[in-house]
């Protein structure tokens, strides 16, 4: 999942590797990318299973471009961008 910013000049979106759910900011055309921030996977065991939950979901930025939230973990997190 990504968003576009109002201006049209970013994109910021989500890149799992594994341990880790990583947030990006780049232009439209993929170059300019810069990582924000990441957020680790919970991980945990019920029943004698093991259960990865994706930690971070919808990227959005914020009207004045300057901040991006995203859920995690049934709680909203802003993030400044510069």
Do not use: Q
């Not at 989500?14 to 055309?29: I, N």
């Not at 170059?31 to 924000?36: A, N, S, V």
């Amino acid at each position: 999942m990504s968003d576009m910013s109002a201006d049209g000049k970013r994109v910021c979106f989500f890149s799992d590797d594994g341990p880790a759910v990583h947030l990006y900011v780049c232009s439209p055309d993929g170059t300019g990318l810069r990582e924000i921030g990441y957020v680790a996977r919970h991980v945990s065991r019920l029943s004698g299973t093991l259960e990865v939950s994706d930690p971070a979901y919808f990227p959005m930025w914020s009207p004045d471009g300057r901040r991006i939230s995203f859920l995690s973990r049934y709680t909203l997190y802003v993030v400044n961008v510069d």
